[in-house]
């Protein structure tokens, strides 16, 4: 799924020219092991838009938050595909820097890839701080044991791990020590209902201001008719005092497919569904669950000069979408490439229900527009904690997600605004 990053141009000039030419490198990369990263953009307002991502994926952290570390032969999968990641990047001139998982998405098909980082590392980082880097998250990711797999995969990483660098081996020569050590297999990933929940609220965000249902009163500052946001320079929205928009109960809609929507759609994020196994802070069924109403805001869509009030409504339909509430016609415009994503989400079902999503949009700045009945707005927001309830009746609570930023292409329609495309 394709998402947009974000930079800040640096105001170094030294700077500014490593950061431009790590991204032209990252961009002109390819290994079957490393997330595609798109040539750099500049936006209105000045900051550097990079796409990146292919095809449906979830992070490594949110796939041991549902189902715990790794077998070796998982993690060996995991060292042989990012090791090649790094043997690409290097032989392009590039380092890499600190790995965590949050750095490694697995696709449908259980494969790795390394998600490089966009930003240069800070200090002297070397290559075989890379190396050393890479073992060190995947003897992090493994579990314990004395398996003649788990020993082996440990003798393979044991010279990476040297504190001499001069010890560590190459990412290339280490990718094939680990290929020989332990035969791989792919990442065994969980049900999609679960990954999808799991993706919807890992992080937690404080919220600054929330969009009220129908039947409550919306606290939000009030806008004068025929204020313009300023064209050439970003229209930052004030965050006004934070009201919880419950989005009624409903069947959640999510496919494998669902997984990357969520986190294209919404960028990278959003309302991640927990399945019986593995998920935080199970209650039993009976339990008491949130009241909820579903979102509609009409009247923000309807703004031809108001892109960003729409872009937020917009937000929280995506969230109300997930939990089965809302049409991909409410959210998108007919024919496009949200439309059909959107379509994709709602075609599976996950078997999990979803209780009182809230979205909290903390910031929406236009970055282009409203021209020829076209803008692009960046949205700030956070999926709040919500419950969800699986087919046997057990619920879960599920923690608020990280701060997200998605980049929303909108286009005017008949009916108001609506999203025609998400980054890129």
């Known amino acids: 799924m394709r998402t947009d990053v974000v930079l800040t141009v640096p105001a170094d000039a030294a700077a500014r020219e490593a950061l431009l030419d790590r ?23 000045g900051t550097l838009h990079v796409a990146r991502g292919g095809g449906v994926a979830t992070d490594m952290a949110t796939v041991l938050s549902v189902r715990g570390r790794c077998s070796a032969a998982e993690s060996s999968g995991v060292l042989v595909a990012l090791a090649g990641a790094l043997a690409a990047l290097h032989d392009a001139g590039l380092v890499h820097g600190p790995l965590a998982a949050g750095d490694v998405v697995v696709d449908l098909g259980g494969r790795p890839r390394l998600r490089p980082r966009p930003e240069p590392p800070a200090g002297a980082w070397e290559e075989a701080d890379d190396v050393h880097a890479l073992a060190g998250l995947v003897a992090s990711l493994t579990v314990d044991g004395d398996g003649d797999d788990v020993v082996a995969l440990r003798a393979a990483l044991a010279p990476a791990l040297a504190a001499d660098p001069r010890v560590r081996p190459e990412a290339g020569t280490l990718a094939a020590r680990a290929h020989d050590a332990v035969a791989s297999e792919p990442v065994h990933l969980p049900e999609p209902a679960t990954l999808a929940a799991a993706a919807l609220g890992r992080t937690a965000g404080r919220s600054t201001r929330q969009v009220a249902a129908p039947g409550r009163v919306r606290h939000r500052r009030a806008r004068r008719a025929g204020r313009n946001p300023v064209v050439g320079r ?122 009182g999503p809230a979205v909290t949009v903390h910031d929406a700045r236009v970055e282009s527009g409203p021209r020829g009945g076209a803008a692009v707005v960046a949205v700030d927001y956070v999926v709040e904690a919500h419950v969800q309830r699986a087919a046997d009746g057990t619920t879960t609570q599920v923690p608020a997600g990280s701060p997200r930023t998605a980049v929303l292409h909108l286009r005017w329609t008949d009916a108001g605004w609506r999203v025609s495309d998400v980054g890129g």
């Open 234 to 355: 970003t229209a930052r929205r004030r965050a006004g005092p934070a009201v919880r928009r419950p989005v009624a109960r409903g069947r959640v809609l999510v496919g494998a497919a669902g997984v990357a929507l969520v986190v294209g759609l919404l960028v990278a994020g959003g309302l991640h569904l927990v399945g019986p196994a593995g998920a935080p802070a199970t209650a039993q069924a009976g339990s008491p669950l949130p009241e909820s109403g579903l979102p509609t805001d009409d009247a923000w869509l309807r703004d031809p000069a108001d892109p960003a009030g729409a872009a937020e409504a917009l937000t929280a339909r995506r969230v109300a979408l997930l939990a089965g509430e809302g049409s991909v016609t409410g959210l998108a415009v007919a024919g496009s490439p949200a439309a059909a994503e959107a379509a994709e989400l709602v075609a599976g079902t996950g078997g999990v229900e979803v209780v």
């Open 23 to 45: 991204l032209a490198r990252l961009a002109a990369t390819e290994h079957d092991g490393l997330d595609p990263v798109g040539a750099a953009r500049t936006g209105p307002s």
